[in-house]
């Protein structure tokens, strides 16, 4: 009787290694992913939209700056944007990055559930502060309506 409880300790050890050792392998070769904006000089402008307003940033100055807000610090995250445009937000600017040579790249910026976010299709969700948020918006509140 003693020799099957210890078989069985000893088994039950085993499988709780097992389990923990596949959740610590998962949790550290998760993906982490980095949020790729363009080089200011390749750009020859940036296009907003939020519902029906949609304007265009050609000013080298003002592109340089929404490209600093959008960079923030080092956006790195571990949540995969696995879409090519966010579902079920509030408040979501469509940012188009038109390069000079050919072709565009785009992010979203949108508010979900009072937390604000960046998200690049196929790359990362990156969270961002109200404030960055409203640096953002504020291109097309101060737009003359388009």
């Known amino acids: 009787m003693k020799k099957e409880i210890w078989i069985f300790i000893i ?11 596949i959740y ?5 070769n998760k993906t982490s992913y980095c949020l790729n904006l ?5 750009l020859s402008n940036i296009t907003l939209k939020q519902n029906e307003k ?9 592109i340089k700056d929404l490209i600093d807000v959008l960079n923030g610090v080092k956006r790195v995250t571990k949540q995969e944007s696995l879409q090519d445009s966010p579902v079920n937000v509030d408040n979501d600017i469509k ?3 038109e390069f000079k040579e050919s072709g565009t790249s785009t992010v979203f910026v949108y508010e979900k ?3 604000y976010y960046i998200e690049q299709a196929y790359n990362g969700i990156y969270r961002i502060s109200p404030d960055e948020y409203n640096s953002i918006e504020k291109y097309i509140r101060n737009s003359k309506d388009n």
């Open 95 to 97: 940012i188009d990055f």
């Open 54 to 62: 949609s304007i265009v940033i050609n000013n080298v100055e003002e």
């Open 113 to 115: 559930n009072d937390k």
């Open 38 to 42: 363009p080089a200011i000089e390749d």
């Open 11 to 21: 088994v039950l050890f085993m499988c709780i290694g097992a389990v923990a050792g």
């Open 24 to 28: 610590c392998y998962n949790r550290l």
